[in-house]
């Protein structure tokens, strides 16, 4: 159990049993009224472990460092990380609040990834976060590294990710979700 990020596949975007159907629609809604195109989520594809194809990552450390972190950014970074509901892979001018409840909360927000992955490339900055950090994480690759590699990139890559690893964690999650939501096309949520 516990909340996880994960990618939404264009079957269940549509669905109403999958609870994103009211969630879509209202997106459509949202945008035409902004005068953009409705969202078109990519076709369904394939489950391979490992293929960047799905994303799908625990949130099992602390997260309340890595929210003061960025709440002492002052600069909104904050809210562009841990702000929303759903992360879609269309930029917007502001986020959009939806009158649809989410698995979270009695709105849905819904921000834009290239907003959110400016916000998380200056956090994986500030923190120098270490290179090789998974890039594909559809079977909570990034969970694992931290768990089973981390220590050893500490002692060749030496710098203020190494901390706080919870803080890392998050830095990290959040960068490679919004890398991969416009790689691949696909909104993310919390589930």
């Not at 907003?115 to 500030?126: H, N």
Request: proline share 8%; glycine share 8%.
């Amino acid at each position: 159990m516990g909340v996880y990020l994960v990618s939404v596949e264009a079957d269940e975007w549509l669905d109403d049993d999958e609870g994103f159907g009211p969630v879509a629609r209202a997106v459509d809604v949202a945008l035409a009224e902004r005068g953009l195109p409705p969202f078109v989520c990519p076709p369904v594809t394939e489950f391979r472990a490992g293929s960047g194809r799905h994303f799908e990552e625990k949130l099992y450390r602390p997260i309340s460092g890595f929210e003061q972190f960025c709440s002492g950014l002052a600069d909104g970074t904050v809210d562009a990380l841990l702000g929303w509901d759903v992360l879609l892979p269309v930029e917007l001018e502001a986020p959009l609040v939806l009158p649809v409840e989410c698995s979270y909360n009695d709105v849905t927000a819904v921000w834009d990834a290239p907003r959110v992955l400016a916000a998380a490339r200056r956090v994986a900055e500030l923190l120098a976060l270490p290179p090789g950090i998974p890039e594909h994480c559809d079977n909570l690759e990034i969970g694992i590294w931290f768990d089973r590699h981390a220590e050893a990139a500490a002692a060749s890559s030496p710098g203020r990710w190494t901390e706080d690893l919870d803080v890392a964690f998050h830095a990290a999650l959040f960068l490679r979700a919004a890398e991969y939501s416009l790689r691949r096309g696909r909104p993310l949520t919390y589930s």
